[in-house]
């Protein structure tokens, strides 16, 4: 089952920032989130990840709120090519391997 | 880098015949992945290998589903006699997974396969 909950859609207007918010009440200390998405006909592509810091890559900025029960993927300057479904994933440990935990994702629609 | 390699990118079969996948990871990636993933939904794991050696497998959806990775590199994903509600995206990941500098334990996919059973 998802560890995670996203809004099932967003609008952004193309140049603004898109921020994307997730849900992980349940997240234990030593789980990571993820972020990824995916483009229509297209394999899943890493954005981002962190545990408790906030993050930043060329790609996105990554706030993970002190409590860790919810996170926000913010995408500066949104373009049309970035419309996509946004997964935010919870990496579980199990054994000796790291699970990651996919819900159904956030379809992001840029517009012009 | 030429990134994860998946082939065939579409299948269509008919409903009883077996289907091999094959996937080719960034080359110096440790770890392999299969996943799938229906309309509308997130990829669901089904199996990974540590190199050669396949370290779960339990999340396979039945006996109709094997996987190997005979040499550490390519890995090919079976399905025999295949269903309708085998239609679906097979998607394969891989990483690098350890304690060297290198390693990240990202995963990276590639466009997946996708598979409609008549």
């Known amino acids: 089952d998802a560890k995670t909950t996203q809004p099932t859609s967003m609008d952004c207007a193309e140049g603004r920032a898109a921020n994307l918010p997730c849900n992980h009440s349940t997240i234990s200390g030593n789980e990571y989130v993820y972020w990824y998405r995916q483009i229509h006909s297209q394999g899943p592509q890493y954005i981002i990840h962190?545990?408790?810091?906030?993050e930043t890559n060329e790609m996105a900025s990554l706030i993970i709120t002190e409590d860790r029960k919810s996170s926000t993927l913010i995408l500066p300057h949104a373009t049309l090519r970035d419309t996509a479904v946004y997964y935010c994933?919870?990496?579980?440990?199990?054994?000796?391997?790291?699970?990651?935990?996919w819900g159904a994702g956030t379809k992001l629609i840029i517009k012009p | 880098d030429t990134g994860v390699s998946q082939n065939p990118r579409h299948k269509i079969t008919k409903r009883g015949q077996n289907v091999t996948f094959r996937c080719d990871p960034i080359?110096?990636?440790?770890?392999l992945y299969w996943y799938r993933q229906t309309l509308g939904q997130g990829p669901e794991f089904l199996t990974y290998f540590q190199n050669e050696a396949q370290l779960e497998k339990s999340r396979l959806l039945s006996d109709r589903f094997s996987a190997e990775r005979p040499k550490g590199s390519f890995s090919t994903l079976e399905i025999q006699r295949t269903e309708q509600g085998d239609s679906a995206m097979y998607l394969c990941?891989?990483?690098?997974?350890?304690?060297?500098?290198?390693?990240?334990?990202?995963?990276?996919f590639g466009a997946g396969t996708r598979l409609s059973v008549l």
């Open positions: 080359s110096e990636h440790n770890r």
């Open positions: 962190g545990l408790k810091n906030n």
């Open positions: 990941a891989s990483s690098l997974v350890g304690t060297g500098r290198l390693a990240k334990n990202i995963q990276y």
């Open positions: 994933i919870v990496r579980v440990a199990t054994g000796s391997n790291y699970q990651l935990i």
